[in-house]
């Protein structure tokens, strides 16, 4: 069993939410019996809820894990970073042509995008490069207005207030 039709949806905005929304859609596909596959451009590979239920549904459900630890210096991008999101853009390509997954997330890709890690025409490539029968995901904020043109469904989250803004920390299970 397969998707018929693949289509392109992209998350974005500055509101919380967006790689939720993706592994929301995710466990909708595994629970039909679709294999899924997560590139995170710039997550690198910590503990997180998303990444232990995913080794649970595995083969289903895959989460790649292919950024660093930390956060990216967005007024000075590190070539090491750059390397990690070219090395996550070459796995993409890789799932295209072997047809490894009914719904293809590129989490964070937005961003890789927008710090300069990643080409935007490249990202556009593969977007029209898609298979027909795989659904593709792109997520993060700051998605190119090509990106939003491309795109058959774009969601864009919107922060009206988050409790971030009052020191309240991450918290595992809930972002973590």
Do not use: W
Request: charged letters at 30%.
């Amino acid at each position: 069993m397969g998707l018929q039709k693949g289509l392109i949806q992209v998350y974005t905005g500055d509101g919380k939410g967006k790689t939720t929304a993706a592994l929301g859609l995710a466990m909708r596909a595994v629970g039909r019996g679709l294999r899924v596959v997560m590139i995170q451009f710039l997550k690198g590979d910590r503990e997180t809820g998303e990444l232990n239920i995913a080794r649970r549904l595995s083969p289903k459900f895959i989460i790649k894990p292919m950024g660093r630890d930390g956060f990216v210096d967005r007024s000075n991008s590190d070539p090491g970073d750059i390397d990690l999101a070219q090395t996550a853009l070459k796995e993409a390509r890789k799932i295209f042509d072997n047809k490894a997954c009914d719904l293809l997330i590129l989490d964070e890709v937005n961003v890789a995008v927008s710090l300069g890690l990643v080409d935007e025409d490249v990202v556009l490539k593969l977007m029209n490069d898609k298979p027909h029968d795989m659904e593709l995901v792109l997520t993060g904020r700051d998605a190119p207005a090509s990106f939003i043109d491309k795109a058959d469904l774009v969601t864009t989250m919107e922060c009206t207030k988050h409790y971030f803004s009052r020191g309240e920390a991450a918290r595992v299970g809930i972002e973590l």
